[in-house]
C-alpha cells in the first residue's frame, strides 16, 4: 500500500513539473520556427495594409457614389462632364484650336 501512495505522490508532482518543463522548451520553439511569431508579425502588417486599402476603397466608392448623384441631379456637373470629358460646345461658342507641337517664336 505505502508503495502505491509513493508512486501516487511522485506522479502528483512529477506530472505537471514534466508539462511545465515541455511548455518551456516547447513555446520558445514553435514561436519562432517560421510558422510561428514571424508568420503571425507578417499577418499582422498583411492585415493592416488590407484594412487601409480597404479604407482607400470606401472612400473611393463614397466619391463615386456623390459624382453618380451629381451626374443625375446637377445640370452644372453634366455640363462639365460633356464639355471637359466629351469635348462638346454649345451653339455660339468659340472654338480655338492650337495646335500641340508648335514653338513659340
Do not use: C
Not at 500500500?1 to 508539462?19: F, G, S
Not at 518543463?21 to 514571424?38: D, H, N, Q
Request: proline content about 8%; aromatic content about 4%.
Amino acid at each position: 500500500m505505502h508503495r502505491v501512495q509513493r508512486v501516487a505522490h511522485t506522479l502528483a508532482w512529477a506530472l505537471p513539473l514534466a508539462l511545465l518543463l515541455t511548455a518551456i522548451v516547447a513555446v520558445p520553439v514553435m514561436m519562432f520556427e517560421p510558422g510561428g511569431l514571424p508568420r503571425w508579425r507578417a499577418l499582422r502588417q498583411e492585415l493592416r495594409q488590407l484594412n487601409e486599402h480597404n479604407e482607400r476603397l470606401r472612400l473611393e466608392v463614397e466619391r463615386l457614389h456623390r459624382e453618380i448623384e451629381a451626374l443625375r441631379t446637377d445640370p452644372a456637373t453634366v455640363e462639365r462632364v460633356a464639355r471637359d470629358e466629351l469635348g462638346l460646345v454649345r451653339p455660339g461658342d468659340l472654338v480655338l484650336l492650337f495646335p500641340a507641337d508648335s514653338e513659340a517664336p
